[in-house]
């Protein structure tokens, strides 16, 4: 049974997770909302409404995954034409917020923080409030001026590995920064909790160390927000294939799938990989060998909340 909606709640399908948009507009039984965005010759990206949205309460779902900047871009101008069409209020629905690893000046580094300086243009934009997804680091929650629904990924995969029933399993933290994360699975899965000491050395590479917690002769589900160039799961698995460890699942919320991370998730010693639709993944090698879970339902029960609490 759809969700309840009354006419005043308009989805609008950006062009970064059009399925995953789909997904969420099935779930209320309705159609995105007409706003077309094409280009000028030049690349500029144009936006028209063909919808009236004066008063409506509208949710513009787009990840700032890459193309980053285009899809950065592309969710600004909606914002812009949605406000400037009078629409009562706007969510950005950002399932995959991009720029969030860059996040801090380490160390008193000459580097701008640009998940601020993109939380600022968002709410630049005409946004009031954002809705997203395991957010790299949940502090981010606080570089946004307007309100922030921060939701967990955990559920799409708890369910499904629940399901699998995989026994003797230990969860594992890929580094320290993921630990609530893998503690969380743990938990809910009823499983051992294991972490990697893993140092990232730059953007491309991290160096690992050792492995902190029992793992021998166990199952191992390595939990993470991102899989970007593969390098944190790759070196994971290894070193825990090293331990003693029997079949490598991955479950990581956002498949930015980057430079060799195709190549580099192949060579691993990983039985499956699990991933969300918070970034639509390109290539059938790629379909094949991942398997994407759904996040449209969580979305949609968030929409819905936050639609109803402004009617009520
Ligand atoms: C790091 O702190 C994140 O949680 C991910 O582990 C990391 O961003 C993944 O990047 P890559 O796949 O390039 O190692």
């Known amino acids: 049974m759809p969700k309840q909606r009354d006419g005043s709640l308009v989805l609008i399908r950006g062009n970064a997770t059009p399925d995953l948009a789909m997904g969420i507009c099935r779930e209320f039984g309705c159609e995105p909302g007409q706003v077309e965005v094409s280009r000028f010759p030049d690349g500029e990206i144009h936006v028209q409404s063909h919808e009236d949205l004066r008063g409506k309460d509208v949710f513009i779902i787009q990840s700032t995954c890459p193309p980053v900047n285009e899809n950065l871009m592309e969710l600004l101008i909606l914002t812009d034409c949605v406000k400037r069409s009078s629409a009562d209020r706007i969510t950005a629905v950002i399932p995959y917020f991009g720029y969030a690893r860059q996040d801090r000046r380490e160390r008193g580094a000459h580097v701008p923080i640009s998940a601020k300086l993109i939380a600022n243009l968002i709410a630049a934009a005409g946004a009031d409030r954002v809705l997203t997804m395991d957010l790299h680091a949940e502090q981010i929650q606080g570089f946004f001026d307007i309100p922030v629904d921060h939701l967990y990924g955990g559920p799409v995969f708890i369910d499904h590995f629940r ?8 969860v594992v933290s890929p580094d320290v920064g993921s630990i609530k994360m893998a503690r969380a699975y743990s938990k809910a899965l009823g499983a051992r909790l294991a972490t990697v000491d893993k140092r990232r050395i730059s953007a491309e590479e991290t160096e690992v160390g050792f492995v902190i917690g029992e793992v021998e002769g166990r199952n191992a589900l390595i939990s993470d927000d991102i899989i970007a160039t593969g390098g944190s799961i790759a070196q994971a698995s290894r070193i825990l ?11 990581a919320t956002h498949p930015v799938l980057v430079g060799p991370a195709v190549e580099k998730l192949e060579a691993s010693p990983i039985k499956g990989v699990f991933v969300t639709d918070t970034i639509p993944i390109a290539g059938k090698y790629l379909q094949n060998r991942v398997k994407v879970l759904s996040s449209a339902g969580l979305f949609a029960d968030a929409i819905e909340q936050i639609h109803r609490s402004s009617t009520i």
């Open 241 to 251: 294939k090293d331990n003693g460890v029997k079949d490598i699942y991955i479950a």
């Open 163 to 170: 399901k699998l029933e995989i026994p003797d399993l230990v």
